[in-house]
Nanobody, 128 residues
């Protein structure tokens, strides 16, 4: 059974930092593209950072570029998202996702249901 378990969310003030983790089990971790998505109530889920199978294949959304860093620990089957200089607009539920296809940044939000695996999310609140 595939499981993705996020942790590390919390409440911080603007300018603060958090590091999210996603422990993945039940699949061949190194063979999947992995990503972090954010969702705010009433809004579409949006992608923030994707780590491809190749360690050089990392893509960031413009809104997080320069502030967030995605990384993988293949030996520990864990995906990370280090978030610095947090802003109130970064608040939301953060989900990790896994799929053999590495086209997640190009997918319209309406197609996210087709992404193979999702975690249950971890909440981030950034106060101004």
């Amino acid at each position: 059974q595939v499981q993705l378990a996020e942790s590390g969310g919390g409440s911080v003030h603007a300018g603060g930092s958090l590091k999210l983790s996603c422990v993945v089990s039940g699949l061949a971790f190194a063979e999947y593209c992995l990503g972090w998505f954010r969702q705010v109530p009433g809004m579409e889920r949006e992608w923030g950072a994707i780590a491809g199978i190749d360690s050089d294949s990392i893509t960031y959304a413009d809104s997080v570029k320069g502030r967030f860093t995605i990384s993988k620990d293949n030996s520990g089957n864990t995906l990370f998202l280090e978030m610095n200089d947090l802003k109130p607009e970064d608040s939301g539920m953060y989900y990790c996702a896994a799929d053999r296809r590495c086209s997640m940044p190009q997918m319209p939000p309406g197609d996210y249901y087709a992404i193979a695996y999702w975690g249950k999310g971890t909440r981030v609140i950034v106060a101004s």
